[in-house]
Structure formats: structure tokens, C-alpha cells
């Protein structure tokens, strides 16, 4: 089998990258952390992300305790601020599941 390959234009870091990066970070934390209440051990809590954004932006991405199809649409996205701007919307979704299912015991 052979593949054809095309170059991946993921562009820089962009303005605000930064930031949605940090805001992503810390709500993946969180969302870890009710995980693993949950007894649903995923990555740790604690995990260290690159300092580079856009290599942080798909390390987080991977790491992130979502489904597989959701993981998959998030490292297809094209722009770093794009996947943030995703990756920031189902965590919070998630975040949002898993404190219902603690709330409910």
C-alpha cells in the first residue's frame, strides 16, 4: 500500500493562542481530575505539555478524556486556534457530564 501525502499548513501559534492554550489546559486538568473520582483513570492530572502551543494543542487533544471520534475530529482540525476553540467547547460539555454523574453518586 501506498499513501499520498500532503503537506499539514497548521499555521503558528496566532494571537491568543496562548491563552485558549492555558484555559485548555486547565480545564483538561479538571476534567482529569473528576475522571479519576470517578474511578475512570484516564491521563494523569498532573501530565506535562510541551512548550511549544501548537505541539501542546494535540498533545492535549490526545490526552483529553473524550471519545475516540471526538479525539479524532479535534487532531483533523486546521489552526491552532480553531482546535482550541473545539478542544474548550467539549471540555466544558464534558466537565459538565462528569460533575452530573458525581452529583448523582
Known sequence: PRAA??????GGA???GAQSLERAVATLRRVLAL???LGEHRAESTIEFATDPLLASYQACAVSPLGPLDQHRLLGVD????RLTLLNQML???ETYLRARLALG
Open 14 to 16: 496566532g494571537s491568543g
Open 79 to 82: 489552526g491552532l486556534g480553531d
Open 92 to 94: 466544558a460539555e464534558e
Open 35 to 37: 475522571a479519576a473520582e
Open 5 to 10: 501525502l500532503e503537506p499539514w499548513g497548521d
